[in-house]
């Protein structure tokens, strides 16, 4: 398989007509020149998302494309999801995107055309100079916005954007970099850990929406101890590795 697309739901029968409509076109097109794979992961939804992706997805027969469907019995968070979703995924390359069309589906190619040549992940940044947000409630921007710039400060400050899930990974990075978080932390704690193993990223400038149906599942409190905590992690990581340099130059010298 060339390409593995991970979308993880969570009450999101709403949105399972948008995905057919919106995402389903990208996908063909894309399939004209490669092998596809679209993996669902239903993370323990209370509404009609399963029988709905069933209903609406399930029965297609399309050309060089594979549906896959995972399901939790119990909602365990997006982090979850996304490790669901990669192990059953196949795909040289994987990607992550909302099922709500925060990040437009129809950009996923753009997104793709910059994983070129030295670039493991590419992702969406709408911090990004060139970058932009669109009618994103306001809490949600000072949260994400102030977790990146952390982030900028604590790993690498020419990558504006830490807090997106709208991404390309090559598979390497998915094999070899493992992620604890079950929450809305995992997309983050995936990047940072690959930057600090060397892993090259590279932004794709682009617009975050509002979602049009459904409401947010993000738990900010819960989220925000998470970001804190890892952030806690990556700062006597730093340390560690500068107090091993000093070690070394003091034992060189």
């Not at 079950?182 to 682009?206: H, I, N, Q, S, W």
């Not at 990556?234 to 340390?239: E, K």
Request: proline fraction near 3%; include cysteine; glycine fraction near 6%.
């Amino acid at each position: 398989m060339d390409l593995s697309l991970i979308i993880p739901c969570y009450n999101e029968e709403e949105n399972v007509e948008k995905i057919k409509h919106e995402l389903l076109p990208v996908m063909r097109d894309l399939a004209t020149t490669r092998t596809i794979e679209m993996v669902f992961v239903d993370d323990g939804s209370r509404d009609g998302t399963w029988n709905a992706l069933q209903r609406t997805l399930g029965a297609m027969d399309e050309e060089n494309i594979a549906m896959r469907f995972e399901r939790h019995a119990k909602n365990r968070g997006l982090g979850a999801a996304i490790r669901t979703g990669m192990a059953a995924s196949t795909g040289a390359v994987v990607v992550t995107t909302d099922s709500d069309g925060t990040y437009q589906f129809s950009e996923i190619p753009a997104l793709l055309a910059r994983l070129t040549t030295g670039t493991d992940i590419v992702t969406a940044s709408p911090y990004h100079p060139h970058g932009g947000v669109d009618n994103v409630p306001a809490w949600r921007l000072f949260f994400s916005r102030g977790s990146s710039m952390l982030y900028r400060l604590l790993v690498d400050w020419r990558v504006y954007t830490y807090t997106a899930l709208f991404r390309a990974y090559r598979r390497e990075v998915i094999e070899r970099v493992p992620f604890e978080s079950d929450g809305f932390l995992a997309g983050t704690e995936l990047m940072v850990k690959a930057l600090l193993a060397g892993y090259r990223v590279r932004e794709y400038p682009t617009v975050l929406h509002s979602r049009a149906f459904g409401v947010s599942k993000a738990k900010v409190a819960r989220t925000i101890r998470a970001h804190l905590r890892f952030q806690t992690w990556v700062l006597l990581y730093r340390l560690r590795l500068v107090r091993r340099a000093i070690q070394r130059r003091a034992t060189e010298g």
